[in-house]
């Protein structure tokens, strides 16, 4: 099998742009380092508004004043952002954090519902923002 593609073009502008498109896209560990920032920001920002839409707030934030999973910090504190050439994450290694991501049965004999309060979301602004990285770095800010 033969992984060579090959496009013909008869425009020596839109041949100097796949050209640079390559090239560029060869190492793109500068755009996920940089992506893997923006999802840190927004899952940050994330638990500061209590979930973009708002979680259902808990029992202990009511009963307490506090705020929806921030009880002890432990589990913001946690989110770490990571990158390589080829991928950008954002995540936590704690236990109960996919609990509180996808709801579900908690507590002794699971008598406990916890709903989901997806905080590892990514907003649509922030995906505008991975767009513009994107395009910056694959195109140096030029629009086809």
């Known amino acids: 099998m033969n992984d060579l593609i090959q496009i013909n073009v008869g425009s020596s502008a839109v041949s100097g742009l796949l050209g640079r498109l390559a090239a560029q896209g060869a190492d793109m560990s500068a755009a996920f380092r940089e992506i893997a920032g923006v999802m840190a920001d927004s899952v940050e920002e994330n638990f500061a508004r209590e979930g973009r839409p708002p979680w259902n707030r808990s029992i202990r934030a009511e009963r307490e004043g506090g705020k929806t999973l921030q009880d002890s910090g432990r589990l913001a504190a946690s989110i770490n952002a ?4 080829e ?5 936590t290694n704690l236990i109960y954090a996919a ?3 996808f709801g579900g049965q908690a507590g002794r004999n699971k008598r406990v519902t916890i709903p989901p309060r997806p905080f590892l979301a990514i907003q649509d602004e922030e995906m505008g ?6 395009n910056r770095h694959l ?3 030029e629009h086809v």
């Open 82 to 85: 990571r990158s390589s050439s």
């Open 87 to 91: 991928s950008a994450a954002v995540g």
């Open 99 to 101: 609990i509180h991501q």
């Open 129 to 134: 923002e991975v767009m513009d990285i994107i």
């Open 139 to 141: 195109l140096g800010g």
